[in-house]
């Protein structure tokens, strides 16, 4: 990993912080402040632009996208010159050098956005987790993921017992992935907004692990655990997201 670009910024109580830019080959490019890595906030076909909030201020990092220039990094819409800078009175919000406005508000928009999507993904890990948990169950194998659903295994195990076998009938393989299925499709929609969808989706895996409650398995109890605190901060940041962009109620008058 290569260092493209780094500086030096003092805050006016005198902590200092150091941004850095660095660039894999195969990772591309990576921006973290004191070892802390800053998700890319947008992108235009010109750069990529890394926000991240810092003592009362909007410290931005822009990086060309076509062209051999220097990332540049600026703080509250101004231009940093050199390697090292400190930080002066907090301004509500500033234009960097492409003219767009980068303000508080646009910043909480973007944190409230990635606590959404992450904790959205969820709803991935716990869907992928199925299938693969049911391919192996279908393969004979004994092992699985505690993230996965539990009522995959009720289904397997209910066919089971009825076509009196030791393999996974077919039917109950088909079930499997329609449910694992279907939570794929709820975390795509809680990804783009949709509180109801997120919340039952939540509920849901509520329930599921009540069968891991049961079944007295610790580790899918705490894997479960984990997983809802994920999704339920996710619904929060999305409910959150949703008042952030709400448009302001029109004066009459």
Do not use: C
Not at 131 to 141: F, H
Not at 210 to 219: G, K, M, T
Not at 222 to 243: C, D, E, N, Q, T
């Amino acid at each position: 990993m290569a260092r493209v670009a780094e500086w030096a910024v003092t805050e006016a109580s005198g902590r200092q912080h150091r941004v850095l830019v660095d660039r894999a080959p195969l990772f591309g490019v990576r921006v973290t402040v004191d070892k802390r890595q800053v998700e890319r906030f947008d992108q235009t076909p010109e750069s990529d632009r890394f926000v991240r909030s810092l003592g009362g201020h909007v410290l931005t990092v822009v990086i060309p996208r076509v062209s051999n220039d220097q990332p540049t990094l600026h703080v509250d819409g101004k231009p940093v010159l050199g390697t090292e800078t400190t930080l002066p009175a907090p301004l509500a919000g500033a234009s960097d050098a492409t003219g767009a406005a980068v303000s508080s508000q646009d910043l909480v928009r973007f944190q409230l956005l990635q606590r959404r999507n992450s904790g959205g993904a969820w709803f991935y890990w716990i869907g992928g987790a199925s299938i693969l948990n049911s391919v192996l169950n279908a393969a004979g194998t004994q092992w699985g993921l505690v993230v996965g659903l539990g009522v995959t295994y009720l289904v397997d195990g209910f066919a089971e017992g009825l076509s009196n076998t030791v393999r996974t009938p077919i039917y109950a393989f088909i079930i499997d992935i329609a449910i694992a299925g279907g939570f794929l499709l709820i975390g795509r929609a809680a990804r783009r907004g949709r509180l109801g969808w997120y919340a039952i989706g939540t509920g849901l895996y509520l329930l599921d692990g009540l069968l891991f409650v049961l079944a007295e398995d610790f580790l899918g109890i705490a894997v479960h655990a984990i997983a809802i605190f994920g999704l339920v901060s996710g619904w929060r940041a999305a409910r959150g997201l949703k008042r952030v962009e709400a448009p302001a109620p029109a004066l009459v008058g």
